[in-house]
């Protein structure tokens, strides 16, 4: 390209330029005015709540992001505390902000599964072939004998978004190091195993079953499942047994040297520890093994 | 012909014979996505209606009054799209003021007025039918916009009948959307060549 030639493309070129810069110009001042005109007037304190919030907008809070929870809490100061990832870090942020004073806002949620089925303690009737989903396999009766159980189709783990649930021979593990308690794999759950418990410990207790049928037929397709014996609820007050499944009142959550017992003395090891550095859990005793079928 | 009558045939035409929606299959996106109910469908075809007027007539004097004379006619589609950004952006801060609840509502939707292809499709139709009078392209422009409004409050209209009624399960959703869109077309193309 010679010098001329630069030359020419310059002189059609400018024209071009001069239009557009003027065009642009109008329709800045144009909207200059209008944006002075029309301004909205938007609370500060909106601003600040949203910046104590976490923006990973998980919709925990039943809003459906940080922003319209950040609108809504600054109207409605009750609606503190929603915000679960954020947690009690968050609320007093907010707090701070709207010039309130709270009392403690409560341990934060975290999932515990009514499961511990791993494939080999689980049986059978037959082999699933269909859509690799919990909510289709959910559907089809009597391809895993449990009715009540993980079906380990990761329906949980896809609805996690930030990889704290993991499925490990065949079901599902929550990373307490990662989890932030926005409850969407509580929600992902066909079968409902999933529950939001307030750790008020580091470790809590759990009943790895939900399996309501009795013992003997529990027993039968399980190797670690409740088989409502009470065995717990004679140890402390904590537990009790409801449709042949034991179950933990969080609400007085308070371990004990008899909670330690009874966590030995469950026959098929189902009450277990889980949180950050929970111990592993006991294994089945061979005795326990199902009937073959 | 007087020029009422060019004026009336043009409206009647675009709203009607060529309507941009059903006809050209421009703006798509708002219309299957802003019709799941008539008052956010109406409100939804004001505002392209009011940014199609203004961008339209914009466009028109640009091109006539500036673009024309130094021959630059190539960076048309440039400063279109800058006249309905600006628009939009217009329409976005008024609508904030005046209507929050709406402009909740719209969400995204508002912003992307912008990208509508209906309006830069009217304002280079107007080009391409060499309309040569100010007035005419702001009937056109309006005409337009009022089709679209017409065409996505129908749709909004049967969408919402349709929740009630018992469409097989395969094709729930955008599937029985799609089709009523299809059968919506057929029917306007009764109307093919009635003017222009």
Redesign the interface.
Known sequence: MTLPDILQLWNDAWPAGLTMLGLGFGFAIVLLIASEKLKVAVDPKIEQIQKALPQIDCGACGFAGCASYARAVAQQPDLIGKCAPGGAEAANKIAQVLNLQISDSGAPKRPIIHCRARTQDKTFYAEYQGILSCTAANALPNVQACKFGCLGYSDCTEACRFDALHIIDGIAIVDYEKCTGCSACSRACPRNLIEMVPFNHENMLSVACSNNENGKTTRSMCRVGCIGCGLCVKQTDLFSVENNNARIDYAKYQPTEQTETAVNKCPTGVIVYCGKSAPPPRMPKQKTAPASH | MDTLSILLAGFISIVIVNNLVLTKFLGICPYLGVSGRIDMAFGMGMAVTFVVTLSGTLTWM?DHW??IL?G?E??RY??FI??IA?AV??VE??L??FF?SLYESFGIFLPLITTNCAILGLCLFINLWAIDNLLEAVVLSFGAGIGFTMAICIMAGIRENLNLADVPQCLKGAPITLITAGLLTLAFMGFAGMIR
């Open positions: 640009i500036i673009l130094p630059l190539v960076t440039v400063c800058l006249v600006g952006q217009l801060m008024y904030r003021k929050p």
